[in-house]
């Protein structure tokens, strides 16, 4: 029989998700070094120990689909566009930036993508646009990215009677991390996700573990229903291995050692050394290419004046 570390490092991860979980990784790393020397202002909230997310439903979504984002976005921002030039450039504030370096690390807006760090907000937004797909381009759909702790916004529920009212396409993606910036779920969530849908009569399902074309199998049919105008929440069950933003976690030693334990990463490295080793070294090198050349960019004009 298999491992799940052999598994996890075999066919569940094949190098093209890989490579691109390892290139969010690098990136969010190298945010914290860059914000760490100085070079950076603002705040920015890492997605790691999420990458896998957005990269398992990067296939599933095509070019007319609108992805709304949030305060956590790079991971989804990376794995729709890969441009970690234009996001290190909106970050840093220099030309070739996505949103002219006006944006940041939260506010971005590219094509059918929109992120933002008003929590709740994507949600009645998603539901507009939903709205306008149904009637004008059946078929698309509109995925929001959300945490667990945004389930605390009466926006939320506002949005989601609508989209079970009016059957609107709208896949509800929430990244359960099991603390709200520094509250724990069980601090300021009564029932469940799963409960919460319900109430609407909108479909749940959710998603442990990080076996992509296990998850992608999964879903499909299921996405496949949303563009027929069935709406569903998606619930991954995850973790966030880093500070809320950039050095305020509260958690115990003990609660973040349990969650880099369960990290998709270790495993992969515990299972093939080696290789997942070497496609590591890639990932920061690239990253570490592209903050030397975006650095040395002028700033923005934009930001100029």
């Known amino acids: 029989m298999t491992s799940l570390l052999e598994r996890a490092a075999g066919p569940i991860l094949d190098d093209a ?12 790393l ?10 950076l202002n603002g705040t920015t909230h890492t997605c790691l120990g999420q990458e896998y997310v957005p990269v398992a439903l990067e296939p599933l ?13 790079h991971g989804h921002y990376l794995a729709r566009f890969r441009d970690p030039h234009g996001l290190l450039a909106e970050i840093m504030g220099r030309e070739g930036a996505i949103c002219h370096g006006v ?15 008003v929590q709740g907000e994507s949600l009645p937004v998603a539901a507009g646009v ?18 667990d702790g945004t389930f605390g916004e009466g926006a939320v529920y506002e949005a989601l009677n609508l989209i079970a009212l009016w059957r609107l396409p709208v896949m509800v993606v929430v990244e359960h991390n099991g603390i709200a910036q520094s ?37 499909a049919p299921l ?70 050349e975006v650095a040395a960019r002028p700033p923005s004009r934009w930001v100029r004046a």
Request: net charge positive; charged share 30%.
């Open 61 to 73: 979504l095509g070019p007319a689909d609108h992805v709304f984002s949030n305060h956590r976005g």
């Open 223 to 292: 996405i496949a229903r949303v563009r027929e105008g069935v709406p569903l929440v998606v619930e991954f069950a995850t973790h966030r291995l880093g500070p809320h933003s950039k050095g305020d976690d509260t958690r115990s030693a003990q609660a973040v050692q349990e969650a880099r334990d369960a990290d998709w990463l270790e495993r992969c490295r515990a299972a093939r050394p080696e290789h997942v080793g070497r496609l590591e070294r890639e990932a920061r090198e690239h990253v570490d290419a592209v903050a030397e």
């Open 30 to 39: 190298k945010l914290l070094d860059l914000f760490g020397e100085g070079r």
């Open 130 to 147: 939903a709205l306008r797909l149904r009637r004008a381009e059946p078929g698309a759909l509109a995925c929001v990215y959300i945490g």
């Open 17 to 28: 998700d890989l490579s691109l979980m390892l290139t969010i990784r690098a990136f969010e």
């Open 103 to 117: 944006g940041g690390s939260q506010h971005i807006r590219r094509e059918r993508y929109l992120s933002t760090g």
């Open 183 to 219: 509250t724990p779920t069980t601090a300021h969530m009564a029932g469940t996700i799963a409960g919460r849908a319900a109430a609407f009569g909108i479909a749940h399902e959710r998603v442990e573990g990080f076996d992509l074309p296990a998850i992608r199998r999964r879903l």
